[in-house]
Protein backbone atom coordinates (compact mmCIF):
# COMPACT_ATOMS: atom_id res chain seq x y z
CA UNK A 1 0.00 0.00 0.00
CA UNK A 2 0.90 3.46 -0.74
CA UNK A 3 1.32 6.50 1.87
CA UNK A 4 -0.22 9.98 1.65
CA UNK A 5 -0.04 12.58 3.97
CA UNK A 6 -2.54 12.34 6.45
CA UNK A 7 -4.07 16.28 6.03
CA UNK A 8 -2.46 17.96 3.50
CA UNK A 9 -2.23 21.40 3.79
CA UNK A 10 -4.73 22.73 1.23
CA UNK A 11 -7.58 20.58 3.27
CA UNK A 12 -7.76 18.70 0.30
CA UNK A 13 -7.24 14.57 0.01
CA UNK A 14 -4.93 13.14 -2.14
CA UNK A 15 -5.93 12.06 -5.85
CA UNK A 16 -8.01 9.12 -5.30
CA UNK A 17 -6.45 6.09 -6.83
CA UNK A 18 -6.43 1.92 -6.61
CA UNK A 19 -4.27 1.32 -3.57
CA UNK A 20 -6.09 1.59 -0.53
CA UNK A 21 -4.01 3.87 1.09
CA UNK A 22 -4.27 5.54 4.80
CA UNK A 23 -5.89 8.63 3.83
CA UNK A 24 -8.61 5.93 2.18
CA UNK A 25 -8.53 3.77 5.39
CA UNK A 26 -9.88 7.03 7.35
CA UNK A 27 -12.26 7.47 4.74
CA UNK A 28 -13.76 4.33 4.82
CA UNK A 29 -13.68 4.00 8.67
CA UNK A 30 -15.53 7.43 8.66
CA UNK A 31 -18.35 5.86 6.72
CA UNK A 32 -18.32 2.75 8.19
CA UNK A 33 -19.07 4.95 11.71
CA UNK A 34 -21.93 7.03 9.93
CA UNK A 35 -24.35 4.64 11.46
CA UNK A 36 -23.99 4.34 14.61
CA UNK A 37 -23.13 8.37 14.66
CA UNK A 38 -26.07 9.46 12.89
CA UNK A 39 -28.51 7.10 14.99
CA UNK A 40 -27.53 8.16 18.03
CA UNK A 41 -27.57 11.89 17.17
CA UNK A 42 -30.81 11.73 15.35
CA UNK A 43 -32.47 9.69 18.77
CA UNK A 44 -31.07 12.05 20.98
CA UNK A 45 -32.09 15.09 18.62
CA UNK A 46 -35.79 13.59 18.14
CA UNK A 47 -36.21 13.01 21.92
CA UNK A 48 -34.91 16.23 23.40
CA UNK A 49 -36.84 18.36 20.45
CA UNK A 50 -39.65 16.48 20.15
CA UNK A 51 -40.27 16.32 23.95
CA UNK A 52 -39.97 20.26 24.46
CA UNK A 53 -42.11 21.05 21.16
CA UNK A 54 -44.98 18.86 22.51
CA UNK A 55 -44.72 20.30 26.22
CA UNK A 56 -44.00 23.90 24.79
CA UNK A 57 -47.61 25.05 25.64
CA UNK A 58 -46.33 24.02 30.02
CA UNK A 59 -43.55 25.78 32.10
CA UNK A 60 -40.65 22.55 31.24
CA UNK A 61 -41.42 22.28 27.57
CA UNK A 62 -39.56 25.82 26.44
CA UNK A 63 -36.55 24.88 29.05
CA UNK A 64 -36.11 21.24 27.52
CA UNK A 65 -36.28 22.87 24.03
CA UNK A 66 -33.51 24.69 24.92
CA UNK A 67 -32.04 21.97 26.41
CA UNK A 68 -32.18 19.91 23.13
CA UNK A 69 -30.51 23.09 21.61
CA UNK A 70 -27.91 22.88 23.71
CA UNK A 71 -27.58 19.06 22.85
CA UNK A 72 -27.93 19.30 18.97
CA UNK A 73 -24.72 21.51 19.67
CA UNK A 74 -22.38 19.32 21.42
CA UNK A 75 -23.73 16.72 18.59
CA UNK A 76 -22.15 19.73 16.05
CA UNK A 77 -18.83 19.77 17.78
CA UNK A 78 -18.33 16.38 18.03
CA UNK A 79 -18.81 15.88 14.39
CA UNK A 80 -16.44 18.55 13.21
CA UNK A 81 -14.27 16.98 15.92
CA UNK A 82 -14.98 13.59 13.35
CA UNK A 83 -14.73 15.47 9.93
CA UNK A 84 -11.75 17.12 11.51
CA UNK A 85 -9.93 13.80 12.24
CA UNK A 86 -11.23 11.55 9.88
CA UNK A 87 -11.63 13.78 6.52
CA UNK A 88 -9.49 16.83 7.39
CA UNK A 89 -12.02 19.46 7.10
CA UNK A 90 -10.80 21.98 9.23
CA UNK A 91 -13.68 24.06 10.74
CA UNK A 92 -13.57 27.05 13.05
CA UNK A 93 -16.21 26.50 15.82
CA UNK A 94 -18.93 28.52 16.35
CA UNK A 95 -18.85 31.01 18.86
CA UNK A 96 -20.60 30.52 22.35
CA UNK A 97 -23.18 31.90 23.51
CA UNK A 98 -22.32 34.56 25.87
CA UNK A 99 -24.46 37.09 27.98
CA UNK A 100 -23.92 40.43 29.29
CA UNK A 101 -23.50 40.69 32.92
CA UNK A 102 -27.01 42.85 32.33
CA UNK A 103 -28.37 39.66 30.87
CA UNK A 104 -27.23 37.36 33.14
CA UNK A 105 -30.87 35.44 34.52
CA UNK A 106 -32.55 32.44 33.36
CA UNK A 107 -35.07 34.37 31.14
CA UNK A 108 -32.31 35.68 28.65
CA UNK A 109 -31.02 32.62 28.73
CA UNK A 110 -33.27 31.11 27.64
CA UNK A 111 -34.61 33.25 24.85
CA UNK A 112 -30.58 33.45 23.37
CA UNK A 113 -30.50 29.54 23.57
CA UNK A 114 -34.39 29.32 21.40
CA UNK A 115 -33.09 32.01 18.98
CA UNK A 116 -29.39 30.09 18.25
CA UNK A 117 -28.83 29.49 14.69
CA UNK A 118 -26.22 26.98 15.62
CA UNK A 119 -28.11 24.74 17.45
CA UNK A 120 -30.86 25.01 14.65
CA UNK A 121 -28.61 24.06 11.99
CA UNK A 122 -27.30 21.23 14.44
CA UNK A 123 -30.72 20.11 14.66
CA UNK A 124 -31.26 20.07 10.99
CA UNK A 125 -27.85 18.23 10.23
CA UNK A 126 -28.57 15.11 12.23
CA UNK A 127 -32.42 14.59 10.93
CA UNK A 128 -30.37 14.88 7.50
CA UNK A 129 -28.15 12.62 8.51
CA UNK A 130 -29.96 9.40 9.38
CA UNK A 131 -30.88 8.26 5.68
CA UNK A 132 -27.30 9.43 4.37
CA UNK A 133 -25.72 7.11 6.94
CA UNK A 134 -27.95 4.31 6.63
CA UNK A 135 -26.70 4.31 2.78
CA UNK A 136 -23.45 5.32 3.30
CA UNK A 137 -22.87 2.04 5.46
CA UNK A 138 -24.33 0.11 3.39
CA UNK A 139 -22.57 0.97 0.03
CA UNK A 140 -18.98 1.09 2.15
CA UNK A 141 -20.04 -2.51 3.41
CA UNK A 142 -21.18 -4.11 0.10
CA UNK A 143 -18.19 -2.10 -1.74
CA UNK A 144 -15.62 -3.79 0.88
CA UNK A 145 -16.43 -6.99 -0.17
CA UNK A 146 -17.86 -6.98 -3.93
CA UNK A 147 -16.11 -4.13 -5.10
CA UNK A 148 -12.95 -3.07 -3.46
CA UNK A 149 -10.97 -2.34 -6.70
CA UNK A 150 -12.87 0.61 -6.81
CA UNK A 151 -13.41 1.33 -3.32
CA UNK A 152 -10.88 4.62 -2.74
CA UNK A 153 -13.16 6.15 -5.40
CA UNK A 154 -16.49 5.41 -4.21
CA UNK A 155 -15.14 6.13 -0.51
CA UNK A 156 -14.23 9.41 -2.14
CA UNK A 157 -17.45 10.18 -3.89
CA UNK A 158 -19.38 9.39 -0.65
CA UNK A 159 -16.71 11.79 1.64
CA UNK A 160 -17.25 14.27 -0.42
CA UNK A 161 -20.67 14.64 0.09
CA UNK A 162 -20.22 14.55 3.84
CA UNK A 163 -17.68 16.89 3.59
CA UNK A 164 -20.32 19.42 1.87
CA UNK A 165 -22.70 18.88 4.73
CA UNK A 166 -20.29 19.74 7.31
CA UNK A 167 -19.32 22.83 5.50
CA UNK A 168 -22.64 23.78 4.79
CA UNK A 169 -24.53 22.86 8.17
CA UNK A 170 -21.85 22.73 10.82
CA UNK A 171 -19.61 25.38 10.18
CA UNK A 172 -20.24 29.13 11.34
CA UNK A 173 -22.91 31.66 9.45
CA UNK A 174 -19.51 33.41 7.66
CA UNK A 175 -18.75 36.83 9.51
CA UNK A 176 -21.77 37.38 10.73
CA UNK A 177 -22.56 34.71 13.78
CA UNK A 178 -19.02 35.52 14.95
CA UNK A 179 -19.90 39.61 14.65
CA UNK A 180 -23.15 39.26 16.43
CA UNK A 181 -21.57 37.76 18.78
CA UNK A 182 -18.17 40.53 19.43
CA UNK A 183 -21.79 42.92 19.30
CA UNK A 184 -23.44 41.21 22.36
CA UNK A 185 -20.15 41.23 24.54
CA UNK A 186 -19.32 44.84 22.78
CA UNK A 187 -22.87 45.96 24.33
CA UNK A 188 -22.15 44.85 27.81
CA UNK A 189 -18.57 46.73 27.81
CA UNK A 190 -20.46 49.66 27.06
CA UNK A 191 -23.26 48.95 29.63
CA UNK A 192 -21.22 48.13 32.07
CA UNK A 193 -18.58 51.01 31.22
CA UNK A 194 -21.39 53.88 31.26
CA UNK A 195 -22.88 52.75 35.14
CA UNK A 196 -19.54 52.81 35.78
CA UNK A 197 -19.39 56.58 34.79
CA UNK A 198 -22.77 56.97 36.81
CA UNK A 199 -21.19 55.49 39.76
CA UNK A 200 -18.29 57.92 40.14
CA UNK A 201 -20.43 61.14 38.52
CA UNK A 202 -22.79 60.19 41.80
CA UNK A 203 -19.18 59.35 44.08
CA UNK A 204 -17.99 62.67 42.66
CA UNK A 205 -21.23 64.73 43.37
CA UNK A 206 -22.11 63.03 46.77
CA UNK A 207 -18.40 63.69 48.58
CA UNK A 208 -17.31 66.56 46.47
CA UNK A 209 -19.60 69.85 46.17
CA UNK A 210 -22.81 68.35 47.80
CA UNK A 211 -20.91 67.88 51.23
CA UNK A 212 -18.95 71.45 50.54
CA UNK A 213 -22.44 73.06 49.62
CA UNK A 214 -23.96 71.09 52.50
CA UNK A 215 -20.99 72.45 54.86
CA UNK A 216 -21.53 75.92 52.89
CA UNK A 217 -25.19 76.13 54.03
CA UNK A 218 -24.49 75.34 57.57
CA UNK A 219 -21.70 77.81 58.08
CA UNK A 220 -24.18 80.47 56.93
CA UNK A 221 -26.86 79.66 58.91
CA UNK A 222 -24.10 80.07 61.49
CA UNK A 223 -23.58 83.11 60.30
CA UNK A 224 -27.07 84.80 60.27
CA UNK A 225 -27.38 84.07 63.67
CA UNK A 226 -24.00 85.98 64.65
CA UNK A 227 -25.36 89.09 62.82
CA UNK A 228 -26.78 90.80 65.32
CA UNK A 229 -24.47 89.88 68.49
CA UNK A 230 -20.79 89.14 66.79
CA UNK A 231 -21.00 90.75 63.49
CA UNK A 232 -17.04 90.59 62.90
CA UNK A 233 -17.43 87.06 63.56
CA UNK A 234 -20.65 86.56 61.20
CA UNK A 235 -18.27 88.85 58.96
CA UNK A 236 -15.30 86.22 58.48
CA UNK A 237 -17.67 83.43 58.58
CA UNK A 238 -19.33 84.82 55.25
CA UNK A 239 -15.66 85.59 53.80
CA UNK A 240 -15.14 81.97 54.29
CA UNK A 241 -18.41 80.91 52.93
CA UNK A 242 -17.48 82.84 50.11
CA UNK A 243 -14.02 81.29 49.87
CA UNK A 244 -15.70 77.82 49.91
CA UNK A 245 -18.55 78.98 46.99
CA UNK A 246 -15.16 79.57 44.95
CA UNK A 247 -14.17 75.73 45.67
CA UNK A 248 -17.96 74.09 45.01
CA UNK A 249 -17.96 75.92 42.00
CA UNK A 250 -14.66 74.97 40.73
CA UNK A 251 -15.60 71.20 41.67
CA UNK A 252 -18.60 71.21 39.68
CA UNK A 253 -16.59 72.63 36.69
CA UNK A 254 -14.42 69.63 36.43
CA UNK A 255 -17.21 67.60 37.34
CA UNK A 256 -18.79 68.89 34.49
CA UNK A 257 -15.49 69.18 32.22
CA UNK A 258 -15.23 65.17 33.01
CA UNK A 259 -18.97 64.30 31.51
CA UNK A 260 -18.30 66.53 28.62
CA UNK A 261 -16.80 69.39 28.03
CA UNK A 262 -17.80 72.69 26.76
CA UNK A 263 -14.71 73.78 24.80
CA UNK A 264 -14.96 70.23 22.70
CA UNK A 265 -18.80 70.51 21.88
CA UNK A 266 -17.89 74.65 21.28
CA UNK A 267 -14.49 74.60 19.48
CA UNK A 268 -14.22 70.54 18.75
CA UNK A 269 -10.92 68.41 19.22
CA UNK A 270 -8.16 70.75 18.54
CA UNK A 271 -8.81 73.11 21.36
CA UNK A 272 -10.29 70.14 23.91
CA UNK A 273 -7.19 68.79 23.11
CA UNK A 274 -4.87 71.49 23.36
CA UNK A 275 -6.73 72.53 26.63
CA UNK A 276 -5.92 69.40 28.24
CA UNK A 277 -2.38 69.34 27.18
CA UNK A 278 -1.71 72.43 29.31
CA UNK A 279 -2.96 70.94 32.00
CA UNK A 280 -0.27 67.56 31.68
CA UNK A 281 2.75 67.77 34.16
CA UNK A 282 5.08 67.89 31.05
CA UNK A 283 5.51 69.53 27.87
CA UNK A 284 3.03 68.44 25.02
CA UNK A 285 2.60 69.04 21.44
CA UNK A 286 -1.00 68.85 19.84
CA UNK A 287 -1.34 68.24 15.91
CA UNK A 288 -5.34 67.94 14.97
CA UNK A 289 -5.57 67.78 11.18
CA UNK A 290 -9.09 66.86 10.44
CA UNK A 291 -10.96 68.06 7.69
CA UNK A 292 -14.15 67.87 9.86
CA UNK A 293 -15.15 67.47 12.72
CA UNK A 294 -16.20 64.06 13.53
CA UNK A 295 -19.41 62.32 15.19
CA UNK A 296 -20.10 63.41 18.72
CA UNK A 297 -19.75 60.27 20.00
CA UNK A 298 -16.26 59.74 17.98
CA UNK A 299 -15.43 63.28 19.12
CA UNK A 300 -16.07 62.47 22.56
CA UNK A 301 -14.73 59.11 23.11
CA UNK A 302 -11.06 60.66 20.93
CA UNK A 303 -11.62 63.48 23.62
CA UNK A 304 -11.50 61.18 26.51
CA UNK A 305 -9.04 58.70 25.28
CA UNK A 306 -6.49 61.16 25.15
CA UNK A 307 -6.95 62.58 27.88
CA UNK A 308 -6.60 59.09 30.19
CA UNK A 309 -3.35 58.84 28.18
CA UNK A 310 -1.54 61.90 28.95
CA UNK A 311 -2.57 61.55 33.00
CA UNK A 312 -0.76 58.41 32.68
CA UNK A 313 2.07 60.48 30.95
CA UNK A 314 1.88 62.69 33.67
CA UNK A 315 1.53 60.16 36.73
CA UNK A 316 3.82 57.27 35.24
CA UNK A 317 6.29 58.13 32.21
CA UNK A 318 8.41 60.06 33.78
CA UNK A 319 9.17 61.62 30.58
CA UNK A 320 10.39 65.47 29.59
CA UNK A 321 8.24 65.71 26.91
CA UNK A 322 4.89 64.29 25.16
CA UNK A 323 3.06 64.62 21.66
CA UNK A 324 -0.56 64.16 20.44
CA UNK A 325 -1.15 63.56 17.01
CA UNK A 326 -4.97 63.56 15.62
CA UNK A 327 -5.51 62.67 11.63
CA UNK A 328 -8.11 60.98 9.81
CA UNK A 329 -7.09 58.24 7.17
CA UNK A 330 -9.80 57.21 4.94
CA UNK A 331 -12.51 56.10 7.21
CA UNK A 332 -10.46 55.64 10.55
CA UNK A 333 -9.69 58.57 12.59
CA UNK A 334 -5.85 57.85 14.21
CA UNK A 335 -4.75 59.14 17.44
CA UNK A 336 -1.47 59.06 18.37
CA UNK A 337 -0.03 59.56 21.97
CA UNK A 338 4.03 59.65 22.13
CA UNK A 339 6.48 60.26 25.58
CA UNK A 340 10.10 60.11 25.86
CA UNK A 341 9.21 58.34 29.19
CA UNK A 342 11.22 54.98 30.78
CA UNK A 343 8.69 53.00 29.27
CA UNK A 344 7.37 49.44 29.98
CA UNK A 345 3.91 49.99 30.21
CA UNK A 346 1.75 46.95 29.70
CA UNK A 347 -1.92 46.52 29.27
CA UNK A 348 -2.60 45.00 32.71
CA UNK A 349 -0.12 46.74 34.31
CA UNK A 350 -3.18 48.72 36.30
CA UNK A 351 -2.51 51.92 34.11
CA UNK A 352 -6.09 51.75 32.35
CA UNK A 353 -4.49 50.67 29.38
CA UNK A 354 -6.38 47.31 29.18
CA UNK A 355 -9.92 49.58 30.02
CA UNK A 356 -9.02 52.06 27.42
CA UNK A 357 -8.85 48.82 24.79
CA UNK A 358 -12.10 47.43 25.55
CA UNK A 359 -13.77 50.72 25.47
CA UNK A 360 -12.11 51.29 22.04
CA UNK A 361 -13.17 47.60 20.66
CA UNK A 362 -16.88 48.59 21.61
CA UNK A 363 -17.13 50.83 19.18
CA UNK A 364 -15.08 49.19 16.62
CA UNK A 365 -11.97 50.54 17.30
CA UNK A 366 -8.18 49.14 17.75
CA UNK A 367 -5.80 50.16 20.80
CA UNK A 368 -1.79 49.39 20.04
CA UNK A 369 0.48 50.02 22.72
CA UNK A 370 4.37 49.93 21.72
CA UNK A 371 6.40 50.56 25.28
CA UNK A 372 9.84 48.83 25.45
CA UNK A 373 11.89 49.11 28.53
CA UNK A 374 13.87 52.51 28.36
CA UNK A 375 11.05 54.48 26.18
CA UNK A 376 9.69 55.97 24.54
CA UNK A 377 5.97 54.83 24.35
CA UNK A 378 3.65 54.84 21.89
CA UNK A 379 0.07 54.29 22.00
CA UNK A 380 -2.26 54.39 18.62
CA UNK A 381 -5.31 54.37 18.51
CA UNK A 382 -8.49 54.23 15.67
CA UNK A 383 -11.74 54.86 15.70
CA UNK A 384 -14.30 54.44 12.81
CA UNK A 385 -14.77 58.00 11.21
CA UNK A 386 -18.39 59.01 10.95
CA UNK A 387 -19.62 62.43 9.55
CA UNK A 388 -21.43 64.24 12.28
CA UNK A 389 -24.88 64.77 11.59
CA UNK A 390 -26.18 68.02 10.77
CA UNK A 391 -28.60 69.57 13.46
CA UNK A 392 -31.66 72.12 13.18
CA UNK A 393 -30.71 75.25 14.63
CA UNK A 394 -33.28 77.43 16.10
CA UNK A 395 -34.69 79.24 13.01
CA UNK A 396 -34.74 75.68 11.38
CA UNK A 397 -31.60 75.68 8.82
CA UNK A 398 -28.96 73.00 8.80
CA UNK A 399 -26.26 74.32 11.23
CA UNK A 400 -22.40 72.57 9.59
CA UNK A 401 -20.46 70.99 11.57
Known sequence: MTMSPLVPDNDRPPPARFALDRWTWKEIAHLLANLP???????????????????????????????????????????????????????????????????????????SSLADPVGWRAVLY????????????AVTLVSLIVLWPVLPY??????????????????????????????????????????????????????????????????????????????????????????????ALQELRDLARGIHPAVLTDRGLDAALSAIASRCTVPVTVGVDLPARPAEAIEGIAYFTVSELLQNVSKHSAARSASVEVWRSA????????????GGARMDGGTGMAGLAERLGAVDGLFVLDSPVGGPTTVTAELPWRDREREPNRTGAAKRP
Open 154 to 247: IARLLTHADRAMVRGLLSPSDELERRIAELESDRGVVVDTAAADLRRIERDLHDGAQARLVALAMDLGLAKEKLTDDPEAAARMVDEAHGEVKV
Open 331 to 342: DRLLIQVTDDGQ
Open 126 to 137: SFVRLPWGVLTF
Open 37 to 111: MTIAGFVCTVFMIGIGVGLAVTVIGLPLLAAGLHGARLIGRAERGRARAMLGVRIDEPSPMVLSRREQGFFPWLW
